[in-house]
Structure formats: structure tokens, C-alpha cells
């Protein structure tokens, strides 16, 4: 099957036309996507610029790239329409039945989404993302009383990727603690951790896929032996049923898929929004 080309266009960062064509390229299995993200189109020789690349895009292939904007301005967004590719205008889509409904015509101002108007939002990310890195890993164990979450596992199965994910995307405040041959091989967790059980929260892995990740950490030795990494599940199991901590298998899940389900099972309230 041939590649198609993707273009994922924005007057700012483009995680939002990423996120979005993400989302729904994911329901055509076995299509291969060749993704460009262009951002920062923020004048008319840049708008010019993307057209250029997306035409060289569909000549070489001989099919129409997909092409998701999020671009605001009016005249950027007319010169894009131009290009041979299929534009899927976000902006089309969505905020036409917006300003109908709400009877108030949109800004149309850039950079609203991922901007730093909201001080107090960013801030919260950055107080969040600070007490992440300080509380990674079982590094410093006495500010917990702070976390909204703690996040324990084995090493390797996912810890601290989801912590900063939660940092910075919704302001939680992320700690997370590595269970260790001491807490394995007792089936018990310190007291400080016991305090705070409320706030606890299991990751688990598959073995084999635990395994794959260790390796390419550290080939040899014990860390990545078969036996070892399903020991190391096998007692964590144990002591998540021993103290009832609520848990989930990483193995299929993204970082973001691993987040929301820890928000949605602890109800954990996000500090500030996306």
C-alpha cells in the first residue's frame, strides 16, 4: 500500500491539528501516513510556502495529501484552500454552528488555545511539572502530603512519563515511588506510603513487553531477565490486592490513554484545563 502524505497546518504550536488528525487516522488500519507538521504560518509568504509543499506532495505521489488546519486567519486560510490536497478546516467545522448558536461571531484572534493569556493556568503547569521532577521516582518522599496522586510500580512500567503527562497537560500534582526488591520481597510498602493510601495508584505491564523495555535500557544482567520481570509483576500484584490499590495495565495504553483512566478511577479533579 502506498503512503499518503498528512499535513497538520497551525498559526501556533499544531498540537491541536495533531491531536485532531491523530485521532481519526487511527480509525484507517493499515493505511500508511507520511505526517508533516508545518506551524507557525503566520504570513502570507508562509501560507504560499505550505502550498508548495503539499502540491510537491501530491505530484510525487499521485494522490491528494490530507491536510488538517487549525489555521484562524481568514486570508491564510484562503491561500491553503488553494493547494491540491483535501483541507480539512477545523475552523469550518466547528466554529460556524458556534457563532449561530452563542449569536456572537468568533475573534478569530491566534494563538487562543496554546498561548500564555492565561498566566494563572500556566503557572499551575509549572508548579505541577517542578513537584513532578522533585518527586520522581521515590527521590524525596516528604512532600506527599501535597500530591494528589502517587503512582507505584515495578521500574520501567510507565511511572514517571504519566506523571509529567498529568503535570503538564492538566496542573496535577504527580508524585511517584518505584517498588523496589525491599518492598517486593516483604509485600509490604513503607509507612509513608500507607499514610497516603488514599492517593495510591498501581501501574502495571506485561512481562514481555517489560522485558522489550528493559533490554534496551540494560541488555544484560538480572534488571531485564525473563524471571526476574515476572517476579517483580507478580509481587507488585500482591501488593496492590493487599492494600486495595486501584491499577492499570499499561501494555496497550498511550501515556494519554493512561492518564484519563487514572483521573477517571480516583476522581482526581484536573487543576486547570487543556
Known amino acids: 500500500m502506498s503512503e499518503r502524505s498528512v499535513f497538520f497546518l497551525s498559526d501556533q504550536t499544531g498540537v491541536t491539528a495533531e491531536t485532531l488528525g491523530h485521532s481519526l487516522l487511527t480509525q484507517f488500519e493499515g493505511q500508511k ?22 502540491n510537491t506532495a501530491a505530484g510525487k505521489e499521485g494522490a491528494r495529501p490530507l491536510v488538517f488546519s487549525t489555521l484562524v486567519q481568514d486570508e491564510f486560510r ?36 496554546h498561548g500564555m493569556s492565561d498566566i494563572e493556568s500556566y503557572m499551575k503547569r509549572i508548579e505541577a511539572t517542578n513537584f513532578a521532577l522533585a518527586n520522581d521516582d521515590g527521590g524525596v518522599t ?6 494528589d496522586v502517587i503512582l507505584i510500580g515495578v521500574s520501567r512500567s510507565g511511572k514517571t512519563p504519566t506523571c509529567l503527562y498529568l503535570a503538564l497537560q492538566y496542573g ?24 497516603e493510601k488514599e492517593k495510591l495508584f498501581g501501574l502495571t505491564i ?18 531485564s531477565s525473563a524471571q526476574q520481570v515476572r517476579y517483580e509483576l507478580r509481587e507488585a500484584q500482591k501488593i496492590f490486592k493487599k492494600y486495595g490499590i486501584p491499577h492499570v495495565d499499561t501494555t496497550e495504553f498511550s501515556v494519554e490513554e493512561i492518564a484519563s483512566r487514572i483521573l477517571n478511577s480516583t476522581g482526581v479533579e484536573r487543576r486547570v484545563r487543556p
Open 33 to 54: 501516513f507520511r505526517q508533516v507538521t508545518l506551524p507557525f504560518i503566520d504570513s502570507d509568504d508562509k501560507a504560499h510556502e505550505a502550498v508548495e509543499k503539499i
Open 206 to 223: 506485561a512481562p514481555t513487553r517489560l522485558q522489550q523495555i528493559r533490554k534496551e535500557r540494560r541488555a544484560l544482567g538480572k534488571y
Open 142 to 147: 516528604r512532600n506527599y502530603e501535597m500530591a
Open 78 to 113: 484562503a491561500v491553503v484552500r488553494q493547494s491540491e490536497g483535501l483541507y480539512l478546516d477545523i475552523f469550518d467545522v466547528f466554529l460556524e454552528p458556534l457563532e449561530k448558536e452563542l449569536q456572537q461571531k468568533a475573534s478569530h484572534t491566534a494563538g487562543r488555545a
Open 172 to 195: 496535577v500534582y504527580a508524585a511517584n515511588f518505584p517498588l523496589t526488591d525491599e518492598e517486593l520481597d516483604n509485600g509490604t510498602l513503607p509507612d509513608f506510603l500507607v499514610n
